[in-house]
Protein backbone atom coordinates (compact mmCIF):
# COMPACT_ATOMS: atom_id res chain seq x y z
CA UNK A 1 0.00 0.00 0.00
CA UNK A 2 2.71 2.19 -0.59
CA UNK A 3 3.19 4.54 2.74
CA UNK A 4 1.09 3.21 4.67
CA UNK A 5 3.21 3.64 7.62
CA UNK A 6 1.47 5.54 9.92
CA UNK A 7 -1.51 3.02 10.99
CA UNK A 8 0.98 -0.11 10.81
CA UNK A 9 2.00 0.57 14.47
CA UNK A 10 -1.60 -0.01 15.37
CA UNK A 11 -1.46 -3.67 14.47
CA UNK A 12 2.66 -4.37 14.41
CA UNK A 13 4.24 -2.25 17.00
CA UNK A 14 6.96 -3.73 19.48
CA UNK A 15 5.14 -3.84 22.29
CA UNK A 16 2.93 -6.95 21.93
CA UNK A 17 0.28 -6.16 24.65
CA UNK A 18 -0.29 -2.76 23.30
CA UNK A 19 -1.18 -4.97 19.77
CA UNK A 20 -3.52 -7.06 21.83
CA UNK A 21 -5.40 -3.95 23.36
CA UNK A 22 -5.84 -2.36 19.95
CA UNK A 23 -6.89 -5.84 18.60
CA UNK A 24 -9.65 -5.81 20.48
CA UNK A 25 -10.82 -2.19 20.21
CA UNK A 26 -10.49 -2.17 16.79
CA UNK A 27 -12.46 -5.39 16.60
CA UNK A 28 -15.75 -3.22 19.07
CA UNK A 29 -16.19 -0.81 15.97
CA UNK A 30 -16.33 -3.77 13.24
CA UNK A 31 -12.99 -3.75 12.28
CA UNK A 32 -10.59 -6.34 12.28
CA UNK A 33 -6.92 -5.86 12.38
CA UNK A 34 -6.04 -8.44 9.80
CA UNK A 35 -8.08 -6.07 7.49
CA UNK A 36 -6.75 -3.25 8.68
CA UNK A 37 -3.13 -4.62 7.84
CA UNK A 38 -3.58 -4.51 4.16
CA UNK A 39 -5.54 -1.47 3.77
CA UNK A 40 -4.79 2.21 5.02
CA UNK A 41 -6.60 4.24 7.45
CA UNK A 42 -8.57 7.21 6.12
CA UNK A 43 -9.53 9.59 8.40
CA UNK A 44 -12.93 11.95 7.49
CA UNK A 45 -13.29 14.73 9.07
CA UNK A 46 -16.63 15.96 8.57
CA UNK A 47 -18.18 19.47 10.15
CA UNK A 48 -21.45 17.99 9.41
CA UNK A 49 -23.90 20.29 11.39
CA UNK A 50 -27.51 20.39 12.35
CA UNK A 51 -27.72 24.25 12.97
CA UNK A 52 -25.56 25.59 9.96
CA UNK A 53 -26.87 25.38 6.02
CA UNK A 54 -24.03 25.07 4.54
CA UNK A 55 -23.08 21.90 6.69
CA UNK A 56 -26.02 20.66 6.67
CA UNK A 57 -26.21 18.21 4.00
CA UNK A 58 -22.52 16.68 4.73
CA UNK A 59 -23.65 13.63 6.53
CA UNK A 60 -24.41 12.43 3.21
CA UNK A 61 -21.62 13.69 1.10
CA UNK A 62 -19.47 11.82 4.36
CA UNK A 63 -21.00 8.20 3.79
CA UNK A 64 -20.46 8.60 -0.01
CA UNK A 65 -16.76 9.50 0.88
CA UNK A 66 -16.81 6.45 2.63
CA UNK A 67 -18.22 4.46 0.18
CA UNK A 68 -15.76 5.59 -2.26
CA UNK A 69 -13.08 4.79 0.29
CA UNK A 70 -14.09 1.40 0.87
CA UNK A 71 -14.81 0.59 -2.77
CA UNK A 72 -10.96 1.35 -4.02
CA UNK A 73 -9.95 -0.90 -1.27
CA UNK A 74 -9.31 1.37 1.80
CA UNK A 75 -10.99 1.75 5.70
CA UNK A 76 -13.02 4.90 6.53
CA UNK A 77 -13.29 6.22 10.03
CA UNK A 78 -15.39 9.61 10.52
CA UNK A 79 -15.15 12.10 12.70
CA UNK A 80 -16.64 15.61 13.06
CA UNK A 81 -15.61 19.21 14.23
CA UNK A 82 -17.30 22.13 14.69
CA UNK A 83 -19.02 24.51 12.28
CA UNK A 84 -19.82 27.81 13.32
CA UNK A 85 -21.65 30.05 11.40
CA UNK A 86 -21.29 33.64 10.94
CA UNK A 87 -24.90 34.52 10.57
CA UNK A 88 -25.65 33.34 13.87
CA UNK A 89 -23.24 35.43 15.45
CA UNK A 90 -23.98 38.11 13.34
CA UNK A 91 -23.96 40.76 16.02
CA UNK A 92 -24.09 39.22 19.32
CA UNK A 93 -21.22 37.85 21.39
CA UNK A 94 -20.98 35.10 19.73
CA UNK A 95 -19.03 36.47 16.83
CA UNK A 96 -15.95 37.13 19.17
CA UNK A 97 -15.58 33.03 18.57
CA UNK A 98 -15.92 32.73 15.03
CA UNK A 99 -12.32 33.94 13.43
CA UNK A 100 -10.97 32.32 17.04
CA UNK A 101 -12.36 28.77 15.77
CA UNK A 102 -10.42 28.45 12.68
CA UNK A 103 -7.40 27.75 14.86
CA UNK A 104 -9.61 25.13 16.54
CA UNK A 105 -10.80 23.25 14.08
CA UNK A 106 -7.24 23.51 12.73
CA UNK A 107 -6.35 21.94 16.13
CA UNK A 108 -8.67 19.35 16.25
CA UNK A 109 -8.25 17.76 12.74
CA UNK A 110 -4.39 17.94 13.13
CA UNK A 111 -4.26 16.62 16.93
CA UNK A 112 -6.85 13.40 16.33
CA UNK A 113 -5.71 12.70 13.12
CA UNK A 114 -1.46 12.30 14.48
CA UNK A 115 -3.03 10.77 17.64
CA UNK A 116 -4.94 8.14 16.38
CA UNK A 117 -2.37 7.56 13.68
CA UNK A 118 -4.30 7.80 10.40
CA UNK A 119 -2.59 7.27 6.96
CA UNK A 120 -4.97 9.91 5.25
CA UNK A 121 -6.85 12.40 5.50
CA UNK A 122 -10.44 13.92 3.97
CA UNK A 123 -11.78 17.15 4.71
CA UNK A 124 -15.63 17.80 4.11
CA UNK A 125 -16.73 21.24 4.80
CA UNK A 126 -18.32 24.50 3.98
CA UNK A 127 -18.11 27.98 5.33
CA UNK A 128 -15.94 30.68 6.29
CA UNK A 129 -13.64 29.15 9.37
CA UNK A 130 -14.17 25.91 8.70
CA UNK A 131 -12.58 25.53 5.02
CA UNK A 132 -9.55 26.98 6.29
CA UNK A 133 -9.25 25.45 9.40
CA UNK A 134 -9.20 22.04 7.63
CA UNK A 135 -6.61 22.74 5.38
CA UNK A 136 -4.04 24.23 7.99
CA UNK A 137 -4.44 20.73 9.69
CA UNK A 138 -3.74 19.67 6.18
CA UNK A 139 -0.96 21.20 5.91
CA UNK A 140 0.46 20.72 9.36
CA UNK A 141 0.49 17.04 8.46
CA UNK A 142 1.44 16.67 4.99
CA UNK A 143 -0.41 12.98 4.57
CA UNK A 144 -2.24 12.36 1.45
CA UNK A 145 -5.63 14.89 1.77
CA UNK A 146 -8.34 15.66 -0.03
CA UNK A 147 -10.55 18.88 0.29
CA UNK A 148 -14.73 17.93 -0.44
CA UNK A 149 -16.66 21.37 -0.70
CA UNK A 150 -20.11 21.35 0.65
CA UNK A 151 -21.02 23.78 -2.28
CA UNK A 152 -23.35 26.32 -2.63
CA UNK A 153 -26.78 27.02 -2.16
CA UNK A 154 -29.10 28.61 -4.34
CA UNK A 155 -31.41 31.92 -2.98
CA UNK A 156 -34.85 31.52 -2.42
CA UNK A 157 -35.13 34.35 -5.33
CA UNK A 158 -33.89 31.78 -7.99
CA UNK A 159 -37.71 30.18 -7.51
CA UNK A 160 -39.81 33.19 -7.46
CA UNK A 161 -41.93 34.96 -10.48
CA UNK A 162 -39.80 37.91 -10.01
CA UNK A 163 -36.19 36.35 -10.45
CA UNK A 164 -34.40 39.02 -13.10
CA UNK A 165 -31.21 36.75 -13.64
CA UNK A 166 -29.59 38.57 -10.53
CA UNK A 167 -29.27 37.65 -6.82
CA UNK A 168 -28.63 40.78 -5.65
CA UNK A 169 -31.11 42.71 -3.51
CA UNK A 170 -30.24 46.00 -4.80
CA UNK A 171 -31.54 45.00 -8.22
CA UNK A 172 -35.23 44.22 -6.78
CA UNK A 173 -37.43 47.09 -5.30
CA UNK A 174 -40.17 45.38 -3.47
CA UNK A 175 -39.47 43.90 -0.09
CA UNK A 176 -40.57 40.57 -0.25
CA UNK A 177 -38.26 39.89 -3.25
CA UNK A 178 -35.59 41.69 -1.37
CA UNK A 179 -35.80 39.41 1.56
CA UNK A 180 -35.94 36.63 -0.80
CA UNK A 181 -32.09 37.24 -2.11
CA UNK A 182 -30.67 36.50 1.29
CA UNK A 183 -32.75 33.70 1.89
CA UNK A 184 -31.73 30.19 1.61
CA UNK A 185 -34.14 27.56 -0.06
CA UNK A 186 -31.43 24.55 -0.13
CA UNK A 187 -28.71 23.61 1.86
CA UNK A 188 -25.22 24.83 1.00
CA UNK A 189 -22.80 27.88 1.67
CA UNK A 190 -24.81 31.39 1.10
CA UNK A 191 -24.91 31.75 -3.00
CA UNK A 192 -22.53 35.09 -2.65
CA UNK A 193 -18.74 35.32 -3.28
CA UNK A 194 -18.34 35.56 0.46
CA UNK A 195 -15.89 33.63 2.04
CA UNK A 196 -17.53 30.38 2.27
CA UNK A 197 -17.44 30.31 -1.60
CA UNK A 198 -13.91 31.79 -1.79
CA UNK A 199 -12.49 29.29 -0.05
CA UNK A 200 -14.39 26.48 -2.07
CA UNK A 201 -13.43 28.56 -5.25
CA UNK A 202 -9.79 28.47 -4.32
CA UNK A 203 -9.44 25.04 -3.43
CA UNK A 204 -9.74 24.19 -6.90
CA UNK A 205 -6.69 26.40 -8.13
CA UNK A 206 -4.53 25.34 -4.61
CA UNK A 207 -5.26 22.03 -6.65
CA UNK A 208 -6.37 20.01 -3.58
CA UNK A 209 -10.06 19.33 -4.79
CA UNK A 210 -11.35 16.74 -7.56
CA UNK A 211 -11.21 19.39 -10.48
CA UNK A 212 -14.72 21.23 -10.95
CA UNK A 213 -15.98 20.10 -7.54
CA UNK A 214 -16.47 23.04 -5.51
CA UNK A 215 -18.96 24.70 -7.64
CA UNK A 216 -21.62 21.93 -7.66
CA UNK A 217 -24.73 23.41 -5.85
CA UNK A 218 -24.97 21.27 -2.72
CA UNK A 219 -28.24 19.92 -3.21
CA UNK A 220 -27.47 18.77 -7.14
CA UNK A 221 -26.84 14.70 -7.54
CA UNK A 222 -23.39 15.84 -9.28
CA UNK A 223 -22.54 16.39 -5.64
CA UNK A 224 -22.65 13.15 -4.34
CA UNK A 225 -20.77 11.84 -7.40
CA UNK A 226 -17.97 13.61 -6.48
CA UNK A 227 -18.07 12.64 -3.03
CA UNK A 228 -17.30 8.56 -3.86
CA UNK A 229 -14.96 10.12 -6.31
CA UNK A 230 -12.91 12.03 -3.59
CA UNK A 231 -13.42 8.67 -1.34
CA UNK A 232 -11.75 6.75 -4.48
CA UNK A 233 -9.28 9.29 -5.40
CA UNK A 234 -7.48 9.76 -2.08
CA UNK A 235 -6.96 5.45 -1.86
CA UNK A 236 -5.04 6.03 -5.08
CA UNK A 237 -3.10 9.23 -3.23
CA UNK A 238 -2.09 6.91 -0.52
CA UNK A 239 -0.62 4.52 -2.64
CA UNK A 240 1.58 7.08 -4.55
CA UNK A 241 2.57 8.78 -1.81
CA UNK A 242 1.24 12.21 -2.98
CA UNK A 243 1.26 14.17 -0.03
CA UNK A 244 -0.18 17.88 0.87
CA UNK A 245 2.66 19.61 0.63
CA UNK A 246 3.52 18.33 -2.80
CA UNK A 247 0.44 20.58 -3.53
CA UNK A 248 0.25 22.82 -1.18
CA UNK A 249 3.60 24.51 -2.78
CA UNK A 250 4.54 27.96 -2.45
CA UNK A 251 3.26 28.58 -6.39
CA UNK A 252 -0.13 27.16 -5.40
CA UNK A 253 -0.52 29.80 -2.85
CA UNK A 254 0.81 32.35 -4.95
CA UNK A 255 -1.81 31.05 -7.55
CA UNK A 256 -4.76 31.44 -4.94
CA UNK A 257 -3.33 35.27 -4.20
CA UNK A 258 -3.90 36.01 -7.71
CA UNK A 259 -7.54 33.65 -8.45
CA UNK A 260 -8.72 35.60 -4.91
CA UNK A 261 -8.75 38.96 -7.02
CA UNK A 262 -9.91 37.35 -10.37
CA UNK A 263 -13.44 36.20 -8.79
CA UNK A 264 -13.58 39.18 -6.32
CA UNK A 265 -13.10 37.21 -3.03
CA UNK A 266 -13.61 38.04 0.12
CA UNK A 267 -11.03 40.13 2.47
CA UNK A 268 -11.38 37.40 4.66
CA UNK A 269 -8.83 36.13 2.48
CA UNK A 270 -5.56 38.41 3.59
CA UNK A 271 -6.44 36.74 7.51
CA UNK A 272 -6.45 32.93 6.02
CA UNK A 273 -4.11 32.74 3.20
CA UNK A 274 -0.97 33.45 4.94
CA UNK A 275 -2.47 30.89 7.98
CA UNK A 276 -2.79 28.61 5.66
CA UNK A 277 0.95 29.06 4.31
CA UNK A 278 2.16 29.51 7.49
CA UNK A 279 0.94 25.74 8.68
CA UNK A 280 3.06 24.73 5.77
CA UNK A 281 5.67 26.82 6.63
CA UNK A 282 5.45 29.45 3.96
CA UNK A 283 5.59 32.97 4.29
CA UNK A 284 2.97 34.78 2.64
CA UNK A 285 3.28 38.84 3.36
CA UNK A 286 0.76 41.62 2.71
CA UNK A 287 3.08 43.01 0.15
CA UNK A 288 1.77 39.90 -2.73
CA UNK A 289 -1.82 40.33 -2.18
CA UNK A 290 -1.13 44.25 -3.00
CA UNK A 291 1.34 43.08 -6.40
CA UNK A 292 -1.77 40.86 -7.19
CA UNK A 293 -4.05 43.57 -6.90
CA UNK A 294 -2.55 45.59 -9.13
CA UNK A 295 -1.90 42.94 -11.63
CA UNK A 296 -4.76 40.68 -12.01
CA UNK A 297 -8.37 42.18 -12.97
CA UNK A 298 -11.87 41.28 -11.31
CA UNK A 299 -12.68 38.96 -13.70
CA UNK A 300 -16.24 37.83 -12.42
CA UNK A 301 -19.14 40.02 -11.30
CA UNK A 302 -20.48 37.66 -8.74
CA UNK A 303 -22.98 39.09 -5.71
CA UNK A 304 -21.70 41.52 -3.83
CA UNK A 305 -19.64 42.79 -7.14
CA UNK A 306 -22.57 42.24 -9.62
CA UNK A 307 -25.83 40.03 -10.10
CA UNK A 308 -24.60 36.62 -10.85
CA UNK A 309 -24.62 33.85 -8.30
CA UNK A 310 -21.80 30.44 -7.40
CA UNK A 311 -24.97 28.79 -9.38
CA UNK A 312 -24.55 30.76 -12.04
CA UNK A 313 -20.90 30.23 -12.32
CA UNK A 314 -21.00 26.71 -12.29
CA UNK A 315 -23.57 26.48 -15.24
CA UNK A 316 -20.81 28.73 -17.31
CA UNK A 317 -17.83 26.16 -16.49
CA UNK A 318 -17.19 26.39 -13.11
CA UNK A 319 -13.52 27.43 -11.80
CA UNK A 320 -11.73 25.42 -14.37
CA UNK A 321 -13.47 27.58 -16.81
CA UNK A 322 -11.94 30.05 -14.62
CA UNK A 323 -8.37 28.87 -14.35
CA UNK A 324 -8.53 28.43 -18.15
CA UNK A 325 -9.42 31.93 -18.28
CA UNK A 326 -6.33 33.47 -16.46
CA UNK A 327 -4.18 31.09 -16.81
CA UNK A 328 -1.18 33.20 -18.27
CA UNK A 329 -1.80 34.51 -14.53
CA UNK A 330 -1.07 31.38 -12.87
CA UNK A 331 1.43 28.76 -12.22
CA UNK A 332 0.33 26.15 -14.01
CA UNK A 333 3.11 23.15 -13.34
CA UNK A 334 1.23 23.09 -9.71
CA UNK A 335 0.21 19.87 -8.86
CA UNK A 336 -3.16 18.62 -8.25
CA UNK A 337 -4.84 15.99 -6.03
CA UNK A 338 -4.91 13.73 -9.23
CA UNK A 339 -1.25 13.64 -9.60
CA UNK A 340 -0.98 16.15 -12.50
CA UNK A 341 -0.36 19.84 -13.71
CA UNK A 342 -3.12 22.36 -13.10
CA UNK A 343 -2.61 22.67 -16.80
CA UNK A 344 -4.61 19.93 -17.57
CA UNK A 345 -7.55 21.39 -15.38
CA UNK A 346 -7.50 24.69 -18.04
CA UNK A 347 -6.82 22.47 -21.00
CA UNK A 348 -10.07 20.10 -20.43
CA UNK A 349 -12.11 23.18 -19.32
CA UNK A 350 -14.75 25.47 -21.48
CA UNK A 351 -16.59 28.95 -20.63
CA UNK A 352 -20.45 28.09 -21.79
CA UNK A 353 -21.07 31.02 -20.77
CA UNK A 354 -18.94 34.75 -21.66
CA UNK A 355 -21.82 36.85 -19.41
CA UNK A 356 -20.62 35.20 -16.18
CA UNK A 357 -17.10 34.05 -17.09
CA UNK A 358 -15.90 37.06 -19.68
CA UNK A 359 -12.74 37.11 -21.58
CA UNK A 360 -9.54 37.83 -19.70
CA UNK A 361 -9.27 41.74 -21.18
CA UNK A 362 -13.09 41.89 -20.81
CA UNK A 363 -13.35 41.62 -17.33
CA UNK A 364 -15.70 42.88 -14.47
CA UNK A 365 -13.10 45.49 -13.52
CA UNK A 366 -9.70 45.76 -14.60
CA UNK A 367 -8.04 46.16 -10.73
CA UNK A 368 -8.23 43.41 -8.44
CA UNK A 369 -10.75 42.41 -6.14
CA UNK A 370 -9.23 43.70 -2.81
CA UNK A 371 -7.02 46.58 -2.16
CA UNK A 372 -4.19 46.69 0.49
CA UNK A 373 -3.75 50.25 2.24
CA UNK A 374 -1.66 52.23 4.46
CA UNK A 375 -1.38 55.06 5.84
CA UNK A 376 -0.78 56.94 9.23
CA UNK A 377 -3.65 54.80 9.92
CA UNK A 378 -2.51 51.87 9.69
CA UNK A 379 1.05 51.51 9.33
CA UNK A 380 0.87 47.67 9.16
CA UNK A 381 -1.97 47.69 6.36
CA UNK A 382 -5.51 47.46 6.10
CA UNK A 383 -7.74 46.52 3.06
CA UNK A 384 -10.79 46.84 1.02
CA UNK A 385 -13.13 44.97 -1.24
CA UNK A 386 -12.27 47.60 -4.14
CA UNK A 387 -14.45 45.38 -6.48
CA UNK A 388 -17.86 45.98 -4.15
CA UNK A 389 -17.52 49.81 -4.03
CA UNK A 390 -18.68 52.24 -6.76
CA UNK A 391 -16.00 54.24 -7.87
CA UNK A 392 -17.47 57.42 -7.31
CA UNK A 393 -16.60 56.39 -4.08
CA UNK A 394 -12.95 54.94 -3.81
CA UNK A 395 -12.08 58.14 -2.60
CA UNK A 396 -13.79 59.01 0.47
CA UNK A 397 -13.37 61.50 2.99
CA UNK A 398 -15.43 62.45 6.26
CA UNK A 399 -15.67 63.14 9.99
CA UNK A 400 -14.99 60.25 12.10
CA UNK A 401 -17.72 59.09 14.26
CA UNK A 402 -16.04 56.87 16.72
CA UNK A 403 -17.72 53.48 18.59
CA UNK A 404 -15.91 50.95 20.50
CA UNK A 405 -19.31 48.73 20.55
CA UNK A 406 -21.34 47.48 17.81
CA UNK A 407 -24.39 48.10 20.39
CA UNK A 408 -23.61 51.84 20.09
CA UNK A 409 -23.20 51.80 16.21
CA UNK A 410 -26.17 50.26 15.90
CA UNK A 411 -28.53 52.59 17.65
CA UNK A 412 -26.84 55.64 16.02
CA UNK A 413 -27.34 54.44 12.81
CA UNK A 414 -30.79 53.03 13.75
CA UNK A 415 -31.36 56.73 15.51
CA UNK A 416 -30.76 59.01 12.86
CA UNK A 417 -27.78 60.06 14.14
CA UNK A 418 -24.87 58.88 11.19
CA UNK A 419 -25.41 60.99 8.19
CA UNK A 420 -24.14 61.04 4.46
CA UNK A 421 -20.24 61.62 4.43
CA UNK A 422 -19.54 59.95 7.72
CA UNK A 423 -16.89 57.83 8.28
CA UNK A 424 -17.90 55.28 11.11
CA UNK A 425 -14.43 53.85 13.41
CA UNK A 426 -15.20 50.66 15.18
CA UNK A 427 -12.50 50.01 17.17
CA UNK A 428 -11.44 47.20 19.58
CA UNK A 429 -12.91 45.10 17.20
CA UNK A 430 -9.43 43.01 16.63
CA UNK A 431 -7.94 40.04 17.40
CA UNK A 432 -6.90 40.65 20.63
CA UNK A 433 -9.24 43.73 21.08
CA UNK A 434 -12.34 42.53 20.67
CA UNK A 435 -11.03 39.56 21.39
CA UNK A 436 -11.66 37.40 18.20
CA UNK A 437 -11.80 39.94 15.45
CA UNK A 438 -15.87 39.74 14.79
CA UNK A 439 -17.36 40.75 11.28
CA UNK A 440 -18.54 43.86 11.37
CA UNK A 441 -21.56 42.56 8.79
CA UNK A 442 -25.03 43.79 10.95
CA UNK A 443 -23.17 47.47 11.08
CA UNK A 444 -22.46 47.49 7.04
CA UNK A 445 -26.05 46.11 6.17
CA UNK A 446 -27.92 48.61 8.03
CA UNK A 447 -25.83 51.56 6.51
CA UNK A 448 -27.16 49.93 3.20
CA UNK A 449 -30.16 49.23 4.40
CA UNK A 450 -30.51 52.81 5.15
CA UNK A 451 -29.15 54.27 1.89
CA UNK A 452 -26.72 56.45 3.92
CA UNK A 453 -23.52 57.13 1.93
CA UNK A 454 -20.62 56.61 4.54
CA UNK A 455 -17.84 54.66 5.00
CA UNK A 456 -16.99 52.34 7.96
CA UNK A 457 -13.03 51.58 8.72
CA UNK A 458 -11.97 48.86 11.65
CA UNK A 459 -9.49 46.57 13.08
CA UNK A 460 -12.59 44.42 13.04
CA UNK A 461 -13.11 42.07 9.55
CA UNK A 462 -15.95 42.11 7.09
CA UNK A 463 -18.13 39.22 5.32
CA UNK A 464 -17.04 38.62 1.92
CA UNK A 465 -21.05 40.25 1.53
CA UNK A 466 -19.63 43.50 2.97
CA UNK A 467 -20.20 46.34 0.05
CA UNK A 468 -18.92 50.27 -0.01
CA UNK A 469 -16.53 51.71 1.32
CA UNK A 470 -15.49 49.66 3.94
CA UNK A 471 -12.27 49.22 5.28
CA UNK A 472 -11.02 46.36 7.70
CA UNK A 473 -8.23 44.95 8.94
CA UNK A 474 -6.47 48.42 10.70
CA UNK A 475 -3.45 47.45 12.02
CA UNK A 476 -2.10 47.67 14.22
CA UNK A 477 -5.08 47.41 16.06
CA UNK A 478 -6.62 49.81 18.97
CA UNK A 479 -6.23 47.09 21.74
CA UNK A 480 -2.22 46.87 20.66
CA UNK A 481 -1.80 50.60 20.39
CA UNK A 482 -2.52 51.38 16.80
CA UNK A 483 -2.99 54.66 15.58
CA UNK A 484 -6.96 54.27 15.40
CA UNK A 485 -7.27 54.24 18.94
CA UNK A 486 -5.60 58.02 18.85
CA UNK A 487 -9.01 58.84 16.87
CA UNK A 488 -11.53 61.83 18.00
CA UNK A 489 -14.91 62.32 16.78
CA UNK A 490 -14.81 64.79 13.97
CA UNK A 491 -11.63 63.84 13.15
CA UNK A 492 -10.74 63.74 8.80
CA UNK A 493 -10.62 60.64 7.55
CA UNK A 494 -9.31 59.65 3.96
CA UNK A 495 -9.90 56.75 2.23
CA UNK A 496 -7.84 57.21 -1.16
CA UNK A 497 -8.10 53.60 -2.51
CA UNK A 498 -6.37 54.07 -6.24
CA UNK A 499 -3.83 55.77 -4.17
CA UNK A 500 -3.72 52.53 -1.58
CA UNK A 501 -3.86 54.99 1.43
CA UNK A 502 -6.13 55.56 4.73
CA UNK A 503 -5.09 58.25 6.60
CA UNK A 504 -6.13 60.87 9.51
CA UNK A 505 -5.70 64.73 8.91
CA UNK A 506 -3.48 64.76 11.94
CA UNK A 507 0.18 65.61 12.32
CA UNK A 508 2.59 63.01 13.45
CA UNK A 509 3.23 64.79 16.99
CA UNK A 510 -0.39 65.36 17.55
CA UNK A 511 -0.77 61.36 17.08
CA UNK A 512 2.21 60.21 19.36
CA UNK A 513 0.76 62.95 21.98
CA UNK A 514 -2.84 61.16 21.76
CA UNK A 515 -1.84 57.67 22.16
CA UNK A 516 0.70 58.35 25.40
CA UNK A 517 -3.30 59.65 26.87
CA UNK A 518 -5.10 56.50 25.50
CA UNK A 519 -6.28 54.43 27.95
CA UNK A 520 -6.73 51.01 26.69
CA UNK A 521 -10.62 49.20 26.19
CA UNK A 522 -10.36 46.35 28.28
CA UNK A 523 -13.41 44.03 26.72
CA UNK A 524 -14.35 41.28 29.13
CA UNK A 525 -13.83 37.86 28.20
CA UNK A 526 -15.20 34.83 29.98
CA UNK A 527 -12.83 32.31 31.74
CA UNK A 528 -12.11 30.26 29.02
CA UNK A 529 -10.75 29.36 25.49
CA UNK A 530 -10.89 33.14 24.34
CA UNK A 531 -8.66 34.26 27.22
CA UNK A 532 -5.81 32.43 25.35
CA UNK A 533 -6.65 33.72 22.44
CA UNK A 534 -6.17 36.78 23.55
CA UNK A 535 -2.74 36.47 24.83
CA UNK A 536 -1.14 34.19 21.99
CA UNK A 537 -3.14 35.89 18.45
CA UNK A 538 -0.87 37.81 15.94
CA UNK A 539 -1.99 41.15 14.38
CA UNK A 540 -4.46 41.17 11.49
CA UNK A 541 -1.72 42.06 8.82
CA UNK A 542 0.01 38.00 9.68
CA UNK A 543 -3.40 36.08 9.74
CA UNK A 544 -4.54 36.64 13.14
CA UNK A 545 -2.66 33.05 13.77
CA UNK A 546 -1.71 31.52 16.97
CA UNK A 547 2.18 32.68 17.74
Sequence with gaps: MGLKDKSTILTDSNNRIANVIRKGLLHAVGIEADDLRKKPLIAIAN?????????????????????GILMAGGQAVEFNVPAPCDGMGMGNDGMRYILAQRDLIADIVETHVRSQRFDAVVMIASCDKINPGMMMAAARLDLPAIYLAGGPNLY????????????????????????????????????????????????????????????????????????????????????????????LTKEAMLNAVKMNMAIGGSTNAILHLPAIAKSADLDLPLSVFEEASRQVPTLLAVAPNGPWGIADLWAAGGMPAVIKTMASDLDLNCLTVMGRPLAEVAEAARVLDPRVIPPRDKPHRKDGGIAVLTGNLAPEGAVIKQSAV???????????????????????????????????????????????????????????????????????????????????????????????AALQDGDRILIDVPNRAVSVALDEATLARRLQGVVRVENPVPTGFLRLYRKYVSSASRGAILE
Excluded: W
Design 156 to 247: DVRLKGKFANSIEGTDYQDRDTKRSTISCATCGACEVMGTANTFQCLAEVMGICLPGSSNVPAAHSDKLLYARLTGERIVEMVREGLNFRRI
Design 47 to 67: SHSELTAGHSHLATLGQKVKA
Design 390 to 484: KPELLRFEGPARIFESEDAAVEAIEGGRIEDGDVVVMRYMGPKGAPGMPEMLSITSLIKHHNINAALVTDGRFSGGTSGPCVGHIAPEAYAGGPI
